[in-house]
Nanobody
């Protein structure tokens, strides 16, 4: 079992930046960030292979968001820049034993989830 605890959410103006953190009780092969806005499906944003650090991004955030990790601290980060009102959502950290993060943008691929942190851009 893996416990995930997100932090760093809040309110920011359009064009601003924010960094989310996720502390994991232990490492899994693939770590990801998702978000879900009211009445919308959960959307995969980015993922990282914990071994090797390969990263994957959704087109909607590529070039604006950066996923990274600190393996020594078992911590996952999501740096979000050039934020837009459309980025407002609940953001979740997720973990899975996915070989090479296959199918990373499918939330059903991840078995462990944090409680979420709200991001509001307005």
């Amino acid at each position: 079992h893996v416990q995930l605890v997100e932090s760093g959410g809040g309110s920011v103006q359009p064009g601003g930046s924010m960094r989310l953190s996720c502390v994991a009780s232990r490492s899994k092969f693939c770590m990801g960030w998702f978000r879900q806005a009211p009445e919308k499906e959960r959307e995969g944003l980015a993922a990282i292979r914990t071994l090797g650090g390969y990263t994957y991004y959704a087109n909607s955030v590529k070039g604006r968001f950066t996923i990274s990790q600190d393996n020594a601290k078992n911590t996952l980060y999501l740096q979000m820049d050039s934020l837009k009102p459309a980025d407002s959502a609940m953001y979740y950290c997720a973990a899975a034993d996915l070989a090479e993060c296959n199918d990373w943008n499918n939330y059903e691929s991840f078995g462990f989830w944090g409680q979420g942190t709200q991001v509001t851009v307005s």
